[in-house]
């Protein structure tokens, strides 16, 4: 089987459009339809193309170094090497801080006319009789007393409220986890016989393409499957004993 036919069926086993492969991979998708037709033109070189197979393969859950290989072996070097050009464009132009030139004339005058008003300082000064003068020095102040410090007591408070969820997968599976502020932590594949760990506060939402695909492990409790083979479903648990919610 071709590298394209590969990563083509594998998308398809886990239920993911071109367009969601996209996203998840930042590939663009006219280079992943490409690439599913084993025409790698697209990709901008040998060096651009490893790496848009390394990306995909990942998160297809396939092995990205047997991929590469196999890309090296029947395809690589024939495709015309790319320039830089082609990909990275400068619209504006460096400028370059200039360091302003010292002006030495304005400074040698100022010098100059310190000194003067200077000298003329000392010999009219030298003129006049000296004066002395006693000052008065005021009684010191009476030191006031240091307070005593006042420790600093932080009361400790455990994190009650953390929730811990290990997701196993049985076969490859695509997952995506988001907290309670539906910022998602993790999305994409996780590879048959791996397992990924996520640790959040308050609650923790699971969005799994096959339910069936993988077991879970919620705050030290073995929930299993959170559904059946093919099913996509939604699930979400907070701190203590878990119960989807």
Not at 2 to 19: D, F, H, K, P
Not at 25 to 31: F, Q, S, Y
Not at 36 to 60: I, M, P, Q, T
Not at 69 to 90: I, L
Request: charged share 25%; proline share 6%.
């Amino acid at each position: 089987m071709s590298i394209g036919a590969t990563l083509s069926g594998a998308r398809q086993s886990a239920r993911l459009s071109v367009s969601e492969l996209s996203e998840l991979t930042r590939i663009r998708e006219a280079v992943i339809d490409a690439v599913e037709r084993d025409d790698f033109s697209s990709c901008g070189g040998d060096f651009y193309a490893r790496g848009h197979l390394r990306a995909l393969a990942k998160a297809l859950g396939q092995d990205p170094d047997v991929i590469v290989r196999e890309f090296d072996e029947t395809h690589a070097g024939k495709q015309g090497p790319v320039s830089a050009t082609e990909f990275f464009k400068c619209d504006n132009p460096i400028k370059l801080y200039e360091r302003p030139k010292a002006n030495w004339t304005m400074a040698m005058a100022a010098a100059l006319g310190v000194v003067l008003v200077f000298g003329l300082i000392r010999i009219m000064g030298s003129t006049d009789a000296p004066v002395k003068s006693v000052a008065k020095v005021a009684p010191a102040a009476p030191k006031a007393q240091a307070k005593p410090a006042v420790p600093v007591t932080r009361p400790v408070t455990a994190v009650a409220d953390l929730v811990t969820v290990k997701i196993s997968a049985t076969n490859a599976a695509w997952v995506k986890v988001r907290d309670v502020n539906n910022k998602i932590l993790y999305q994409g594949m996780i590879s048959t016989g791996d397992s990924e760990t996520f640790r959040t506060r308050k609650k923790i939402k699971l969005t799994f393409r096959d339910a069936g695909a993988v077991r879970l492990e919620v705050n030290g409790k073995d929930l299993g499957a959170p559904g059946r083979t093919g099913e996509k479903v939604r699930r979400s648990f907070g701190p203590g004993v878990p119960s989807p919610r």
